[in-house]
């Protein structure tokens, strides 16, 4: 069983527009972090959210945790081609001993 | 102070063999977890080792099993290989079991 969603799945974007991503899940998560990996890598942890409500920013990207900690949304504003890569998110669950759980990953493709 | 390292990195494999990947946590890090990636799947958890001791186990047969040594670098072993098993294996060290997880490049093993 899922139980963490990833939409969407691909996304294709030129170059200067704004983009979101989600992840999503039934049960409630006790933190969550995103993560962006490349070809050939590990995944990079950009960012962890635990407070329901959550708001966080690094740059040009900005993190929303659900306020009942069940969901979470990446934006991106004016993408760039260095942005291009797999992005994770990845869930600890109380009812799991915090072990932590991944989502199968959007990957984003941003065009010159 | 140096990160997370694997070895090694591609290995080929046939079926029936064993393997035997290994993982240096970064300096101060006690505690390491191993994920196996699929092609086109976020990485899913195969177990982590806190000073030296199991410390919770994913959905892996009992052919996936691992040590950590008194550095804190580990082993991840996989017996009697199926086709399946072919994939990117992560190693992720932190401090402690609950903190942020920093990712190797991982080891790509294709079973043939």
């Known amino acids: 069983t899922q139980l963490l969603e990833q939409s969407p799945q691909f996304l294709s974007i030129q170059e200067g527009e704004n983009l979101t991503v989600y992840c999503n899940s039934s049960s409630v998560f006790s933190s969550l972090q995103w993560y962006r990996q490349e070809p050939g890598e590990g995944p990079v942890l950009l960012v962890t959210v635990v407070t329901g409500g959550e708001v966080k920013k690094l740059k040009r990207l900005t993190f929303q945790f659900g306020d009942a900690r069940k969901d979470s949304s990446l934006h991106i504003t004016a993408a760039q081609t260095g942005d291009t890569g797999l992005y994770l998110c990845?869930?600890?669950?109380?009812?799991?001993?915090?072990?932590?759980?991944f989502g199968k990953g959007t990957r984003l493709h941003i065009l010159p | 102070e140096t990160g997370v390292t694997q070895s090694p990195t591609h290995l080929i494999k046939t079926r029936g063999q064993q393997v035997t990947l290994r993982c240096s946590s970064q300096?101060?890090?006690?505690?390491v977890s191993w994920y196996q990636q699929a092609l086109g799947q976020g990485p899913q958890f195969i177990f982590q080792?806190?000073?030296?001791?199991?410390?919770g186990r994913g959905n892996f047969p009992p052919r996936f099993s691992g040590l950590q040594f008194p550095n804190y670098s580990s082993e991840l072993n996989v017996n009697a290989l199926e086709l399946d098993d072919s994939a990117l294996y992560l190693c992720?060290?932190?401090?402690?079991?609950?903190?942020?997880?920093?990712f190797g490049a991982g080891t790509r093993l294709s079973v043939l």
């Open positions: 080792y806190y000073r030296e001791e199991e410390n």
């Open positions: 992720a060290s932190s401090h402690g079991r609950q903190n942020i997880q920093y």
């Open positions: 990845a869930g600890a669950y109380k009812n799991r001993d915090d072990k932590i759980i």
């Open positions: 300096s101060g890090h006690n505690t």
